[in-house]
Nanobody, 121 residues
């Protein structure tokens, strides 16, 4: 599976942004998907995950209620809708895929290249 993340940008606190992750290669619909982020000087952390059919979702406590993960298997694409953005959301956001669904970084087999999100306060 090859993953291509896009949609990052620079915006002010309180704004919204939608990230996309386009997949190619093996059957996208058979993989659980996730989003992680890495801020400067920090480890990559879990943001959100979604099961292959979209029926199960997980969120980090820091984004719960503000971010929504979704997927469109017909378009081989997953999304991360980010609302009420804060300066602490500034990071490089990575999409990832794995055969199951989960929060652990080590469980993911495939990673996209990342897209930068910068939120100014």
């Amino acid at each position: 599976v090859q993953l291509q993340a896009s949609g990052g940008g620079l915006l002010q606190a309180g704004g919204s942004l939608r990230l996309s992750c386009a997949a190619s290669g093996r059957s996208f619909s058979s993989y659980g998907m996730g989003w992680f982020r890495q801020a400067p000087g920090k480890e990559r952390e879990f943001v959100a995950a979604i099961s292959w059919a979209g029926g199960i979702t997980y969120y980090a406590d820091s984004v719960k209620g503000r971010f929504t993960i979704s997927r469109d298997n017909a378009k081989n694409t997953q999304y991360l809708q980010m609302n009420s953005l804060k300066s602490e959301d500034t990071a490089i956001y990575y999409c990832a895929a794995q055969p199951t669904t989960g929060r652990l970084r080590g469980g993911y087999d495939y990673w996209g290249q990342g897209t930068q999100v910068t939120v100014s306060s």
